[in-house]
């Protein structure tokens, strides 16, 4: 079941459920995995090894992805990043302009 019909079966707001499934999990050790792939996607309760891996890989590939945002804002130049962006900017409002007129 996705965030999204959890709150429209009970009623509560999104970041309400998120940390009423984090407590289940976290607290009362509930085995809620999600599924982010496929057609089936949304968080069920594992109860078998298959479903548990297919929740761990999901929750794996995501901590992957924030490292990598992680490290790459670490590396970020806090000073420089306008100025190294500016050639970006000018290029894309060329190609926006261009494509209206077109």
Do not use: Y
């Not at 496929?38 to 078998?48: C, D, K, L, Q």
């Not at 548990?52 to 992957?64: C, H, W």
Request: include cysteine; charge should be neutral.
């Amino acid at each position: 079941m996705t965030t999204a019909n959890i709150c429209k079966v009970t009623g509560l707001r999104e970041r309400d459920v998120r940390e009423s499934i984090s407590v289940l999990i976290n607290r009362c050790g509930v085995p809620i995995v999600a599924n982010r792939n496929g057609r089936n996607t949304g968080m069920f309760i594992a109860t078998t090894e298959d479903e548990r891996n297919i929740g761990i890989a999901a929750f794996k590939s995501q901590v992957t992805t924030m490292e990598a945002r992680i490290n790459a804002i670490e590396r970020a130049d806090l000073i420089g990043w306008e100025t190294a962006l500016k050639p970006d900017i000018v290029q894309l409002m060329a190609e926006a302009k261009h494509s209206q007129g077109a």
